[in-house]
């Protein structure tokens, strides 16, 4: 059988209060390509649906759009689960309609096995959907310690026990292809900290991959929002399961710059080792980083140029004053995708530049002023007079 694994969504987030509405709606569509095109016989999504508990209406319709899409009609069976950013009875409220359709949407974490019926290949799959395993979810106190390490391999122990507990009597080796989906930070994995606001206090909360045994094939994890392998110390290669984060499928913050975003495609046949193929996503803008050396002339430049001109963009403006009002609406009125302006002032003169310039004439002084207000222009003359007319008045007014 043919599973698309997916995760950490993150319906309704925005950019620095951009919307991103628009690249989730394109995702969606590449993913229902995807799933066509690759053929696949049931998608996995491993949490974080939504980027919040109450997320906006155009987000709550926009998954529900791409569950219908995805299960086409019940032909192909979706499995969701609630992250750390879903509310847990919101996500699943929809359960009974959802059926309906093929999907299958689990809030809480419980023993419930998932079994997924494949007509294509007459194959079947067992999935215990685990959704985010917090201590308030689970409704216990795993540890009475404050000790960070004794708190992590207290929950990791608790995985643990929830895993071999669920799967101890429905997993069926080489009957059956048996999958572990999951929402939480598996150690070892590799994590964006700017893009995914934690869901553990230090490194309490990070699950050993060992706790989830060896008799799953295939283990689908959200929440670390670069697609990754996690190696599951001490066990041989070919005895336990592949784990894989799928990634997010945008990037959310410039901390993500050059990341590659993809969904999973897994082949896997009851009692076979699983092969996955990393299928590149294209529907988000992309985030880049500007450093205009220069100033304005470097900006100004790369807008001639139509530089990144769908890009998310993060500029680092080198200059020698501050910005006015006007020139920082200019900037943003000549790209739509320039989030952030980030001033970087020349280094302060030496004092002995400083003496020098004071000693300068004030009309010298006015000019030179006058030049790094205006870009580099020149006063005419009777600027320059009518300057000079202004310090005498001050100064005879103070004198009187």
């Not at 950490?8 to 690249?23: K, P």
């Not at 964006?192 to 094939?217: C, K, L, M, N």
Request: net charge negative; hydrophobic share 40%; glycine share 8%.
């Amino acid at each position: 059988m043919r599973l698309l694994h997916t995760a950490d969504w993150h319906f309704g987030r925005t950019l620095e209060g951009r919307s991103r509405q628009a690249e989730h709606e394109a995702f969606v569509d590449e993913l229902v390509r995807i799933a066509d095109e690759a053929n696949a016989d049931a998608v996995l999504l491993a949490g974080d649906v939504y980027d919040s508990v109450n997320p906006p209406a155009d987000a709550e319709t926009l998954f529900y759009e791409a569950l219908t899409r995805l299960s086409g009609g019940g032909r192909r069976p979706v499995l969701a689960i609630a992250g750390n950013h879903d509310h847990p009875d919101r996500l699943s409220a929809a359960g009974p309609l959802a059926r309906a359709q093929g999907v299958t949407l689990v809030g809480l974490p419980t023993l419930d096995v998932v079994t997924l019926d494949i007509a294509r290949t007459g194959e079947r799959a067992h999935v215990y959907a685990l959704p985010y395993p917090s201590e308030s979810r689970l409704k216990e106190l795993l540890s009475a310690e404050a000790d960070e390490q004794a708190l992590q391999q207290a929950y990791s122990a608790r995985i643990a026990g929830l895993v071999r507990e669920a799967t101890a009597a429905r997993f069926e080796a080489g009957t059956a292809v048996n999958v572990i989906m999951s929402h939480l930070h598996a150690l070892g994995g590799s994590a964006t900290p700017e893009s995914e606001r934690p869901i553990e206090v230090g490194g309490a909360y990070t699950v050993d991959p060992s706790a989830f045994g060896t008799t799953a094939q295939y283990v689908a994890l959200g929440h670390l929002h670069r697609p990754q392998y996690v190696r599951v110390r001490g066990v041989e290669d070919g005895e336990g399961p592949i784990v894989r984060y799928s990634g997010s499928p945008l990037a959310f913050s410039f901390s993500e710059i050059g990341h590659a975003k993809s969904v999973s495609i897994v082949d896997v046949a009851p009692g076979a080792a699983p092969t996955i193929e990393e299928i590149p996503l294209s529907s988000g803008r992309p985030l880049v980083r500007w450093v205009a050396s220069q100033g304005l002339a470097d900006v100004h430049r790369w807008f001639d140029e139509g530089k990144d001109a769908n890009a998310w963009i993060d500029l680092e403006l080198h200059v020698t004053d501050a910005l006015t009002m006007e020139q920082i609406q200019s900037l943003r009125r000549a790209h739509d995708g320039l989030v952030q302006i980030r001033p970087v002032f020349a280094a302060a003169p030496d004092a002995h530049a400083v003496r020098a310039e004071r000693a300068l004439p004030i009309d010298e002084l006015f000019r030179r002023f006058y030049a790094r207000q205006t870009g580099g222009a020149a006063p005419d003359d009777a600027t320059v007079r009518l300057f000079l007319e202004l310090v005498r008045e001050e100064a005879e007014e103070e004198s009187a």
